[in-house]
């Protein structure tokens, strides 16, 4: 993300050099309001999904696969169900989730290590001092009760698109060919780039676009 937010920027203030206008979109990654607000700013939108994988697992999308496929009515309903069953299984137990939590502490804590600035610090005495003093308003404990209460919040309710905003697990996506395109993971990613490329799939690219967020040229 922050290779993305870089380049749009840079991009961005020297737009003389070239007629191409940069835009980017980086992964929900749990950024606040505030975030989202600032980076749009910046030309960047933010997904919806905690990854992009995850837009192929929004019932909308999957719809559409199944679809194509030629599942319709309740065995297409029956199907979606199957693969929403198997996403929420996979986050059963604490333990499960508490791994959910790990991974998004440890990018929480790398993204509040690379906005410190100790710019201003004269002495080694100030540099400890500062590194303190902006470290210490990293809450770990207050960050990790917020994620593992989103995630639990997505899983009372029954919410898959709110569980996918906040779940980062790149195997869900073997779920998708598994019931809604019957083939192997790689041959099912060499039939979604097909059919985006060949317009194919109007249904499916219908909802993809529906799915993901509007691009700002300006």
């Known amino acids: 993300c922050e290779q993305v937010i870089h380049s749009v920027v840079t991009m961005r203030r020297n737009s003389e050099l070239t007629r191409v206008t940069c835009a980017g979109i980086v992964d929900a990654d749990d950024y606040s309001p505030a975030d989202v607000q600032y980076l749009q700013k910046l030309g960047i939108a933010t997904l919806g999904v905690s990854e992009i994988e995850n837009v192929l697992l929004l019932p909308a999308v999957g719809a559409a696969i199944g679809d194509g496929e030629g599942f319709v009515g309740p065995e297409l309903e029956r199907r979606l169900a199957a693969l929403k069953g198997e996403v929420f299984a996979t986050l059963q137990t604490s333990a499960a989730v508490e791994k959910v939590v790990v991974r998004y502490c440890r990018r929480r804590i790398d993204r509040a290590l690379k906005k410190i600035d ?3 610090a004269d002495s ?19 960050t990790a009760q917020g994620a593992r209460d989103r995630i639990n919040h997505a899983l009372q309710t029954d919410d898959l698109p709110l569980l996918l905003a906040h779940y980062d697990h790149k195997a869900l996506l073997s779920l998708v060919p598994k019931y809604l395109k019957p083939s ?18 109007p249904a499916l690219v219908a909802a993809l676009k529906a799915s993901l967020p509007a691009i700002s040229a300006s």
């Open 184 to 201: 192997r993971l790689p041959d099912f990613e060499s039939w979604l780039t097909r059919v985006l490329r060949n317009e194919k799939a």
């Open 124 to 142: 080694v005495a100030d540099i400890t001092a500062e590194y303190l003093k902006q470290t210490a308003e990293l809450d770990i404990a207050t």
């Open 118 to 120: 100790l710019s201003t």
